[in-house]
C-alpha cells in the first residue's frame, strides 16, 4: 500500500527544499558540513536530527515533486530516474512534519507518522534544470519515496547527470 503525501509543481529559490519536524529547526542556511556530516552524496542532506535538506537542480522556479510513503521498500524504476540516493531519518513522537522551501517561503504539512524510515529521492532532468534554471516550465522533476526501516547510512544509488555528480564531489564525500 502507498499512500500520497505530496504531489505538486514546488515554487523555490536556491534550489533549496527541506522537510522539518522540528519548529526550532534553523533551515539550511548554506551549512553544507552541518547537513552532510558523514554523509557520501550531496543530493540529501540528513545530517540535522531536525529536517534534511534537499538540493534540487534548478535555482528558481517550479519543479514538480511527489512524496509517497510505503510500507515496504518500492522497486527502483531506473529507466525513469537518472539520479537517486537514500537517506535515513527519525521523525520523533509528537513531531509535526512540514515541507519548506528556501526561507519558508512556502511550505505546507506532511501526513507523516512518527518512526525511523529510509528516504529514496530520486531526480530526473538536473543537468537540465542546471542549464535552464530560469526556465518558464518544468524541467527536473523528483520523486521522495518514504518507507519504515532502521537507520543505515546514506547510499548513492544511481548517479548519471554531471549534475549530481557535481553535488557529490563537493556536498558530499563527508564519511
Sequence with gaps: MMRVLLDETIMTDFGQLELVWNDDYEGFLGDFPRVFAGQVNGLVGAASKEGIYINLARRSGGSPVRIELHEDASTLDAAEWEDVVEVSIAVPPGAEPTWITWA??????????DGSYRVRVSARG????REQEFADGAVDAYLLEL?????QPDAIVRST????AYWHREAGGRR
Excluded: K, M, N, V
Excluded at 126 to 129: H, L, P
Excluded at 161 to 164: E, G, I, K, L, R
Design 147 to 151: 518507507w519504515p526501516a532502521e537507520a
Design 126 to 129: 538536473r543537468d537540465a534544470g
Design 161 to 164: 547527470s554531471a549534475d549530481a
Design 104 to 113: 519558508g517561503e512556502t511550505g505546507d504539512t506532511l501526513d507523516l507518522p
